[in-house]
């Protein structure tokens, strides 16, 4: 779908605005569509893309997801909703996804044609990302941790390996896509507020996700009524926060 007059990328990021009350008209699903696809656009770590996006219009779920979310203003007043949900559980499809992707790109040849720079990528997926995810109880995390930290006494080394890194690694990558959608949605002047007030385990049951997924963001949606930016946009001064090394 194509979304003409568009704001540019410093204009959307600009206008986005966190909005505590929507107005009552309805949002285009094809629009909100095509804006969770820019978000599966985002970098995620080593591509595993361990995410999955929600999209909420119908009026019932909506009225149960705003009591979740607290009965807060902008879940209450919320046209549709988008949650993004990180899978990290889906990593073993998700690694087998690149892996037939990455073959389809070389051309399907037998393995003893590939090169090392393919072979390379091959293993990665097969053998490192299995090094990394896979784990029981916490416990193989903390082994790893440990060899890791060992290794790299003597050269530099990935030293994120526990569930609870992991864990981390997986809703950065969801967040990112999370902002992609947020200034999406801000380039075609639709209004966004990310809440993290909400019954996670609630929201789950809503959604009928399995324990093992994790809600990384509800984000409410709509057109902001005026009273629904609450004051003047505050940050702390850029100095405050930039440092040139």
């Not at 549709?80 to 051309?107: E, T, Y």
Request: aromatic fraction near 12%; include cysteine; glycine fraction near 4%.
């Amino acid at each position: 779908m194509d979304l003409t007059n568009q704001k540019t990328v410093a204009q959307a990021i600009e206008y986005r605005r966190s909005v505590r009350v929507f107005k009552k008209d309805a949002l285009e699903d094809a629009k909100v569509k095509e804006c969770i696809r820019l978000a599966t656009l985002a970098p995620s770590s080593s591509n595993m893309q361990l995410w999955e996006f929600y999209h909420i219009s119908s009026p019932e779920i909506l009225q149960n997801m705003a009591k979740a979310c607290l009965n807060q203003n902008a879940a209450k007043t919320a046209q549709q909703m988008v949650v993004v949900v990180v899978r990290k559980d889906l990593w073993k499809k998700r690694a087998a996804a690149n892996i037939a992707f990455l073959k389809s790109q070389f051309g399907n040849k037998p393995t003893e044609q590939y090169t090392k720079r393919e072979q390379f990528a091959l293993q990665y997926y097969q053998k490192l990302i299995p090094t990394l995810y896979l784990d029981f109880l916490g416990i193989l995390g903390w082994i790893k941790f440990f060899i890791f930290q060992i290794i790299g006494v003597f050269k530099p080394v990935y030293r994120q390996t526990t569930k609870k890194d992991m864990d981390i690694v997986a809703q950065k990558s969801a967040g990112l896509a999370a902002q992609n959608f947020i200034n999406s949605m801000a380039a075609i002047d639709y209004d966004t507020c990310p809440m993290e007030g909400f019954d996670s385990l609630r929201v789950k049951k809503i959604l009928r996700l399995p324990a093992s997924a994790a809600i990384n963001m509800v984000l409410a949606c709509g057109i902001k009524d005026q009273t629904g930016i609450y004051s003047e946009r505050f940050r702390v001064p850029l100095e405050d926060v930039y440092f040139k090394i």
